[in-house]
């Protein structure tokens, strides 16, 4: 973002949080952060197409929706806990299994470094009188992603296309003069992983698509 553009969008941040929200300064913060991310799909590089959408309640958001796999990226502003949030959910969540390990290692070093947090969707499955050492939580991504992934393996595949593994998340507070510039940076390198992970798992449903189709017109 430019200086001024930068300056706005941090006062804006400053009277939704701090101060009164009204329609203007909603409608200007809405703007902005589409303006944000038109900066930030440019910067990755990426060749997709987004939608954008946005929800203006408490916390504000504003997300894009990619059209080649159908994955979304919210941006929301937390009014009520004074801070900005961004995730994203794991869509074709069956195939983790055939994420490689070169991948995997670099992206749970990114999330690291970063303090993304993976949130399950389903709660892991085990029997709590012959392992109550899992009725805790937890702070490896790896183990907790693992283990949410493998407790809905074992549903039936009915149970498993109704259930969500869960989302990748980054969470800034806003404590008095934040640096939104740090937290922008921060923001672009998230969606570029958060993107290739969910790019990866859909990549693998659609090779197989392919190989389906292929088969059928022999």
């Known amino acids: 973002m ?10 804006l941040i400053d009277e939704l949080i701090d101060g009164e929200k009204t329609e203007e300064n909603t409608n200007a913060f809405i703007d902005s952060s589409f303006n944000l991310w038109g900066e930030i799909i440019k910067e990755s590089g990426i060749k997709d ?3 954008f959408s ?3 309640y408490l916390a504000i958001q504003t997300s894009a929706r990619s059209n080649k796999f159908n994955s ?3 941006l929301s502003l937390n009014r009520l806990y004074w801070e900005i949030t961004f995730d994203s959910y794991i869509n074709n969540w069956e195939n983790v299994k055939n994420l490689n390990d070169s991948f995997m290692a670099d992206f749970f070093t990114i999330c690291n470094k970063y303090d ?8 892991p499955d085990y029997n709590k009188e012959i392992t ?8 490896s991504n790896i183990f907790n992603l693992m283990h949410s992934y493998i407790s809905l393996m074992n549903l039936d595949s009915y149970s498993r296309e109704h259930q969500s593994l869960g989302r990748f998340s980054i969470t800034w507070k806003l404590p008095e003069g934040f640096d939104l510039q740090k937290i ?11 993107y290739k992970f969910n790019y990866n798992l859909w990549k ?9 189709e292929n088969r059928q017109r022999k």
């Open 132 to 139: 109550p050492e899992f009725n805790a939580k937890f702070k």
């Open 2 to 11: 430019k200086a001024e553009e930068l300056e706005k969008y941090s006062k």
């Open 184 to 194: 922008i940076e921060e923001l672009k390198i998230a969606f570029k992983w958060m």
């Open 116 to 123: 993304i947090k993976f949130i399950a969707g389903y709660s």
């Open 204 to 212: 693998v449903e659609d090779i197989r698509r392919q190989n389906r």
């Open 49 to 51: 197409e987004f939608e």
């Open 54 to 56: 946005y929800f203006p």
């Open 72 to 74: 979304s990226f919210n």
